[in-house]
C-alpha cells in the first residue's frame, strides 16, 4: 500500500462507486470518517462487517475489520479510520461483488461531533435564522442603568441546582430573580410552561438542570421549537458529561452545569463593578492631574511673582544709581 493521501467521506466514496466498481482510489490508503455502527455480532473468518454512516446520515459503507480493533471503538461515535477499499463477494452468498472499507488503523475520535437526524438539523438551521442576542450586554445594559434585570429560571421540582448555581453568585441582589418549579422530565410540562407563561417582564429565561437520567428530553423536537419561538433570550444549563443535548445546541448559551450559569451572572456584575472601578481611578487620576495643574500654576505665578518684585527692586536701585551719579556730576561740575 502507498502512504495515505486521501481523506474520503462515506457520501464521496459511494458516488465514485455508483456505476462502477473501479476508481482512482483502488490501492490508496485512505482516510475514511464517520459514525461507527455495529450491523451484526457474527465473526466471519477473522473480520467483521460492521458499517460505517457518514454525517448526513444517508450514506453508509460496509466495513471490515478485526476483533482487536472492534473492541477499540465504540457504537455511535464519531471515527477517523485508515484502511483501504476492498472488493468482496456478500455476506449472503447471494454473488453480489460489495465495495468495503478494510479498517487497518483508528487514526482519532472526534467527541465533539454528534450524529443528527434531518429533523434535528432542520431544527439547528432554523435557529441560525433567529438573532443572536448579546445576552452579557442586556444585562450589563440595565445594571448599569440603574435597574435590575428580571430572570426567570426553570428548575426541577426536587432539584438542588438553585443551590448550585446561587453558590457563585454573590451579587445576588443584582438581579430580579424568580424561580420556577416544573418537572423537567416531562416534555408536556416544560412546553406547557413556556406556551402559557407571561415572559413581557423577562429578561432572560434560564432552564437549570443537574446531571443524571431523563435528559433525552431535551431532545425533544416539539420543545426545541417552542424555545426557539421564545420572544426573549435563554440559556441552560444543564449537567452531565455526555455530548450536548438538542436544547443545548439551539439556546441562545449552553452552560454545561447550574454552577456554570451562576458564575455567568456573577461575571456580568463583576464586569459592571470593574467598570465602575476603573472610572473612579479615571476620575482620581483627573482629580490627581487638576491638583498638579494647579499648584503648578500656583508656583509659577509666585516664580513670575517673586521675579517682577526682584526686577522693580533693580529698576529702583538702577534710578536711585543714576540720581547718585548725576548729583555727583553737577557738584563736580559746579565746584
Known amino acids: 500500500m502507498s502512504e495515505v493521501k486521501s481523506t474520503v467521506s462515506v457520501a464521496t466514496l459511494q458516488t465514485l462507486y455508483a456505476n462502477s466498481l473501479s476508481s482512482t482510489l483502488d490501492g490508496q490508503l485512505l482516510l475514511l470518517e464517520?459514525?461507527?455502527?455495529?450491523?451484526?455480532?457474527?465473526?466471519?473468518g477473522k473480520y467483521f462487517?460492521?458499517?460505517?454512516?457518514?454525517?448526513?446520515?444517508?450514506?453508509r459503507i460496509t466495513t471490515q475489520l478485526t476483533s482487536a480493533i472492534r473492541e477499540t471503538i465504540e457504537v455511535g461515535k464519531y471515527y477517523q479510520f485508515e484502511g483501504f477499499l476492498n472488493k468482496a463477494q456478500s455476506i449472503s452468498n447471494?454473488?453480489?461483488?460489495?465495495?468495503l472499507f478494510t479498517i487497518t488503523k483508528v487514526v482519532k475520535h472526534e467527541k465533539k461531533v454528534q450524529l443528527i437526524s434531518k429533523v434535528e438539523y432542520d431544527?439547528?438551521?432554523?435557529?441560525?435564522?433567529?438573532?443572536?442576542?448579546?445576552?452579557?450586554?442586556i444585562l450589563l445594559s440595565k445594571?448599569?442603568?440603574?435597574?435590575?434585570?428580571?430572570?426567570?429560571?426553570?428548575?426541577?421540582?426536587?432539584?438542588?441546582?438553585?443551590?448550585?448555581?446561587?453558590?457563585?453568585?454573590?451579587?445576588?441582589?443584582s438581579y430580579n430573580i424568580r424561580h420556577h418549579k416544573c418537572n423537567l422530565s416531562s416534555k408536556k410540562d416544560i412546553v406547557e410552561f413556556i406556551s402559557s407563561f407571561d415572559f413581557r417582564s423577562t429578561d432572560?429565561?434560564?432552564?437549570?438542570?443537574?446531571?443524571?437520567?431523563?435528559?433525552?428530553?431535551?431532545?425533544?423536537?416539539?420543545l426545541c421549537k417552542k424555545a426557539i419561538e421564545l420572544p426573549i433570550p435563554f440559556i441552560t444549563g444543564i449537567g452531565h458529561d455526555a455530548d450536548k443535548t438538542l436544547l443545548e445546541k439551539v439556546a441562545d448559551r449552553g452552560f454545561s452545569t447550574p454552577t456554570a450559569v451562576g458564575a455567568f451572572l456573577q461575571?456580568?456584575?463583576?464586569?459592571?463593578?470593574?467598570?465602575i472601578q476603573i472610572l473612579k481611578s479615571k476620575d482620581e487620576d483627573l482629580e490627581r492631574f487638576k491638583k498638579q495643574a494647579e499648584n503648578e500654576k500656583l508656583l509659577l505665578s509666585n516664580q513670575i511673582h517673586a521675579q517682577k518684585k526682584s526686577l522693580n527692586?533693580?529698576?529702583?536701585?538702577?534710578?536711585?544709581?543714576?540720581?547718585?551719579?548725576?548729583?555727583?556730576?553737577?557738584k563736580f561740575y559746579f565746584n
Open 34 to 44: 464517520g459514525f461507527y455502527f455495529q450491523k451484526n455480532g457474527r465473526l466471519y
Open 49 to 59: 462487517y460492521d458499517e460505517i454512516v457518514g454525517k448526513d446520515k444517508q450514506h
Open 94 to 99: 447471494d454473488s453480489k461483488l460489495n465495495v
Open 123 to 137: 431544527i439547528i438551521q432554523a435557529r441560525f435564522e433567529r438573532d443572536f442576542p448579546l445576552i452579557d450586554d
Open 143 to 173: 445594571i448599569e442603568n440603574g435597574l435590575t434585570p428580571s430572570v426567570d429560571i426553570i428548575t426541577g421540582v426536587q432539584s438542588t441546582s438553585k443551590d448550585d448555581y446561587m453558590s457563585q453568585l454573590q451579587d445576588v441582589n
Open 204 to 222: 432572560l429565561l434560564i432552564i437549570l438542570r443537574g446531571g443524571g437520567s431523563g435528559l433525552e428530553v431535551f431532545n425533544e423536537i416539539e
Open 267 to 275: 461575571n456580568v456584575v463583576n464586569t459592571h463593578k470593574n467598570r
Open 313 to 330: 527692586v533693580i529698576k529702583t536701585l538702577v534710578f536711585v544709581l543714576i540720581l547718585l551719579v548725576c548729583f555727583l556730576a553737577y
